[in-house]
């Protein structure tokens, strides 16, 4: 028997409270107790936005942006990032597939060490980029979090078979900025992966904002960023329910943090994603712990934000404790009143990761 906590998020805040844990299962909820590992029991917590497959380009990322420090925005972006010539798709192109998968499995390890439960990961490339996560997840045997992969057509374009052939292979698209493909190939991609009843996933307003009603109309299940918004924008997806993905760590690199306040106080689900594993490493608690240092969230926003991420697209993970249930959490080791006092305290190097199987340490 093994007894954790000191404060708990549970049930949307947190509280003061422990968890008695016996053989893998959660035997009771204390308000009292004198814990063997003292600290913040959060939920294991899924990534809602990664590009696993350019995890081998870290340094490489790094030398680029240095030369485009004085470039504006868009032209960073679109020289990193942008299909078919930016330079993360030049090296994809160029790279061997062993080191891409070494990069991915690498990407992998370190998000389960950090106790991440999934990961919503855009595979480039169409069918042979999606075989090449499969390589390295098999490579990571149990080592590796959940995957939900989100297939992307080599042709970047609307090839009716080549669609099914990564449709069989994923779990729907997840598509390029909405600038990036012209807006009829947009609409029949959505259409397919809706018939087949995928899921469909956009980068939306990365760079400059798009046409929020055009987006609505391929009916998303996930949009990603939305950096550059209007309130009317952000009611749109309030009201059809359509959660955003947000990056801040990625974005801040980049110098385009987005306002998640906002997006929060317009009543729009937020999802955290770590995005290109070259730009920031899977770390989804390093995410939060950033965008309340970058953006001075306050407890009720960064409470959100917890909640949200530990269901996250399909409310995978378990995000409530109670007694009967399977033990699968992370411990913050430290002494945490609230979700504010682990901004700054350097969560990624002191936590322990609670599963059925066992205890690690991140």
């Excluded at 009292?32 to 590992?37: I, K, L, R, S, Y």
């Amino acid at each position: 028997m093994t007894i954790y906590g000191g404060r708990i998020f549970n049930r949307g805040r947190v509280e003061r409270g422990y968890l008695e844990v016996s053989e893998g299962r959660i035997t009771k909820v204390l308000e009292d107790a004198e814990p063997d590992v003292r600290g913040l029991i959060i939920p294991r917590l899924v990534n809602s936005h990664t590009h696993l497959g350019d995890a081998a380009f870290s340094a490489r990322f790094a030398e680029e942006l240095d030369r485009l420090s004085g470039a504006p925005l868009p032209d960073r972006i679109a020289a990193l990032f942008a299909p078919p010539d930016g330079m993360k798709h030049r090296l994809l192109e160029s790279t061997e597939d062993a080191d891409i998968i070494d990069g991915m499995a690498g990407a992998l390890r370190t998000a389960y060490r950090n106790g991440q439960y999934s990961m919503v990961d855009f595979r480039e490339g169409g069918v042979a980029g999606i075989d090449l996560l499969r390589s390295a997840a098999d490579t990571c045997g149990k080592e590796r979090p959940e995957i939900l992969m989100m297939g992307r057509p080599a042709s970047g374009g609307y090839d009716r078979l080549e669609i099914d052939e990564v449709l069989d292979r994923s779990n729907g698209l997840g598509l390029s900025g909405m600038a990036d493909m012209e807006y009829s190939t947009a609409k029949s991609l959505a259409t397919h992966v809706h018939a087949r009843g995928k899921l469909l996933a956009i980068h939306v307003s990365e760079v400059e904002r798009d046409d929020i009603e055009k987006v609505m109309a391929l009916r998303p299940d996930l949009v990603i960023h939305m950096r550059h918004n209007a309130p009317s924008d952000l009611h749109a997806l309030n009201s059809a329910e359509v959660p955003i993905a947000v990056c801040p760590t990625s974005s801040g690199r980049l110098g385009d943090v987005p306002d998640i306040g906002s997006m929060l106080d317009a009543g729009c689900t937020v999802l955290l994603g770590s995005d290109n594993a070259m730009v920031s490493a899977p770390d989804i608690v390093q995410e939060l712990a950033f965008a309340g240092a970058e953006l001075d969230l306050g407890e009720s926003h960064l409470e959100r934000l917890l909640g949200a991420s530990g269901k996250g697209l399909n409310r995978m993970a378990i995000i409530d404790f109670d007694p009967g249930q399977r033990a699968d959490f992370t411990v913050l080791e430290g002494d945490f009143e609230d979700l504010r006092h682990m901004v700054g305290s350097g969560p990624a190097e002191a936590r322990v990761v609670v599963t059925p199987d066992g205890e690690r340490r991140g």
